[in-house]
């Protein structure tokens, strides 16, 4: 049974970092052809893509967004951690990740956590 | 960046009723165009892969068409439970992008 749960702070400070931690289970982040992605929502807006990471340790950003991202994994605590640096109110949102079962081949995010929501203010 | 643009934005609908939802990309994408599900408070749910392929799970009155940058999901005899917005989503390039959304409203 595949599962995905994020973790992090339910609110952060203007220009302070972020860290969100997506554990998971049910699948192995060594397995060939498997990634997870990182996914946003707004409050009552659309779901906006952010970053995504593969087996092979290849990541890729958001155009809009990639020099405040980071993602990375650890593989032996099926973990993946994604931080955003000089945090905004306009980064106010729900942010899921996602498994991607075969991201070489266009696969799309299959199975998502439940989201964690994540407040910019001071 | 590949942006998909869906249309309409808004729809109110009745029961039973067939409800077309079209999906354009800025480029040709193939088939690598996916569609899904969110209702409130819950986590977007897959309901068609690569344009036109089924989910396990899902009831067979949603189906998908299309290629290159046009698409369609399609609802036959739309139920209640249906409400929901729906987004399509594109992994051609390495950095996927979502649509905009359409919202469904039950009459």
């Known amino acids: 049974q595949v599962t995905l749960r994020e973790s992090g702070p339910a609110l952060v400070k203007p220009t302070q970092t972020l860290t969100l931690t997506c554990t998971f289970s049910?699948?192995?982040?060594?397995?060939?052809?498997?990634?997870v992605s990182w996914i946003r929502q707004p409050p009552g807006k659309a779901l906006e893509w952010l970053a995504r990471?593969?087996?092979?340790?290849?990541?890729y950003y958001s155009t809009s967004l990639k020099t405040r991202l980071t993602i990375s994994k650890d593989t032996s605590k099926n973990q993946v951690v994604l931080t955003m640096t000089n945090m905004d109110p306009v980064d106010t949102a729900t942010y899921y990740c996602?498994?991607?079962?075969?991201?070489?081949?266009?696969?799309?995010?299959?199975?998502w956590g439940q989201g964690t929501l994540v407040t910019v203010s001071s | 960046e590949i942006v998909l643009t869906q249309s309409p934005d808004f729809q109110s609908v009745t029961p039973k009723e067939k409800v077309t939802i079209t999906c354009r990309a800025s480029?040709?994408?193939?088939?690598?165009l996916h569609w899904y599900q969110q209702k409130p408070d819950q986590s977007p749910k897959l309901l068609i892969k690569?344009?036109?392929q089924s989910i396990s799970g899902v009831p067979s009155r949603f189906s998908g068409s299309g290629s290159g940058t046009d698409f369609t999901l399609t609802i036959n005899s739309l139920e209640a439970e249906d409400a929901a917005t729906y987004y399509c989503?594109?992994?051609?390039?390495?950095?996927?992008?979502f649509g905009q959304g359409t919202k469904l409203e039950i009459k």
């Open positions: 989503h594109q992994s051609s390039s390495l950095r996927g992008t």
């Open positions: 996602a498994r991607v079962a075969y991201c070489s081949g266009g696969s799309p995010e299959d199975y």
């Open positions: 480029q040709s994408i193939g088939s690598s």
């Open positions: 049910g699948f192995s982040l060594s397995t060939s052809g498997m990634c």
């Open positions: 990471i593969d087996w092979d340790d290849d990541k």
């Open positions: 690569y344009a036109s």
